[in-house]
C-alpha cells in the first residue's frame, strides 16, 4: 500500500477541519424546532416524531441482544467496543430524540444529539478496527466518544453566548460518511460490507435530506413529515448495519 493510501483518511479530516475552520461559524436555523407535524394523538404532543423514535431503540437492543453474546468472536472482537458504543447510542437516541420531541428546544436538543454524535464515534472505532485490527479500539472509541460530546457541548456553550456553532458537531456527523468508504477502499474490506454500509450511508443521506424538506414532504406525503421520515430511513440505516454485524459472524472473510 503506497504511503498516501495510508494517509488518505487523515488527509482528509485535516483538510475537513481546515474548511469548516476556514468557513466560520455555523449557526442552527432560527425555525429549527417547527415542525411541520405537530398534530397530537391520545394527547402525545408531536406524536409523529415522538413514535418514529422506537425504531431505534428496536434496532439497538436487537443488535446487543445478538452480538453481546459473540463479542469475543474473531469477526467483531477487535472492532466490539466501537460497535457496542454504536448500538447503546442507538438506544440512547430513542430516549434523547422522544424527550425533545415532546417539547422541543435548544436545552431539550442536547440530549438529541449526543447520543447521534456517539453513535458516529461508535462507527468510526468499530470500522477503523475491522479495517486495522491492531488498532487500540478501546481507547480510539475512548478518545471519539470525548470528542462527540464536546462537539455537542461546544454548539450548547456558542448557544448560550448567543452564536451558536454547529461546526464540531457537523463534522462528526459527516466523518463516516467520508472515512468508512475510504477505509474499506483501502484496506479492501470484503464486498458484502462495502454494499452493506454503502446502503447505510446512502440511507442516512436520505434522511438528512428528508430534514431539509420536512415541509415539503408533509405537504406531499399526505401528512407523514419529513422529520418524522428522517427518522424512518435514519433507523434503516442503522439496521442495515446491525443486519450486517450480525450476517458476517454466519460467513467468512472473502
Known amino acids: 500500500m503506497s504511503r498516501f493510501l495510508r494517509h488518505l483518511p487523515l488527509l482528509l479530516v485535516l483538510c475537513a477541519g481546515l474548511g469548516l475552520f476556514l468557513h466560520g461559524p455555523i449557526a442552527q436555523p432560527e425555525r429549527y424546532h417547527e415542525f411541520a407535524d405537530r398534530r397530537a394523538i391520545f394527547g402525545l404532543t408531536n406524536a409523529a416524531d415522538v413514535l418514529s423514535n422506537a425504531g431505534f431503540a428496536i434496532v439497538g437492543l436487537w443488535g446487543l441482544a445478538r452480538l453481546y453474546p459473540a463479542r469475543a468472536h474473531p469477526l467483531l472482537s477487535a472492532a466490539w467496543p466501537g460497535y457496542c458504543m454504536f ?25 438529541d444529539r449526543v447520543p447521534i454524535a456517539l453513535a458516529c464515534a461508535g462507527l468510526l472505532a468499530g470500522v ?18 470525548i470528542a462527540a460530546v464536546a462537539s455537542v457541548l461546544w454548539w450548547r456553550l456558542t448557544d448560550i453566548a448567543g452564536t451558536g456553532d454547529l461546526r464540531p458537531y457537523l463534522l462528526v456527523q459527516g466523518l463516516p ?10 484496506y479492501a474490506a470484503p464486498r458484502d460490507e462495502r454494499l452493506a454500509f454503502a446502503a447505510a450511508i446512502l440511507l442516512y443521506v436520505a434522511a438528512k435530506a428528508a430534514e ?3 415541509e415539503a414532504l408533509f405537504s406531499a406525503l399526505g401528512g407523514l413529515g419529513g422529520h418524522t421520515v428522517k427518522h424512518l430511513l435514519a433507523t434503516a440505516s442503522a439496521a442495515v448495519i446491525a443486519f450486517q454485524l450480525t450476517r458476517r459472524l454466519r460467513m467468512k472473510r472473502n
Open 128 to 145: 477503523r478496527a475491522d479495517c486495522r485490527p491492531e488498532t487500540n479500539t478501546r481507547l480510539a472509541a475512548a478518545l471519539l466518544a
Open 177 to 186: 460518511l467520508v472515512l468508512i468508504p475510504v477505509w474499506h477502499a483501502v
Open 87 to 111: 448500538l447503546v447510542a442507538l438506544v440512547l437516541t430513542a430516549a434523547g430524540s422522544t424527550f425533545y420531541h415532546l417539547a422541543p428546544d435548544n436545552a431539550r436538543l442536547v440530549w
Open 212 to 214: 431539509l424538506y420536512d
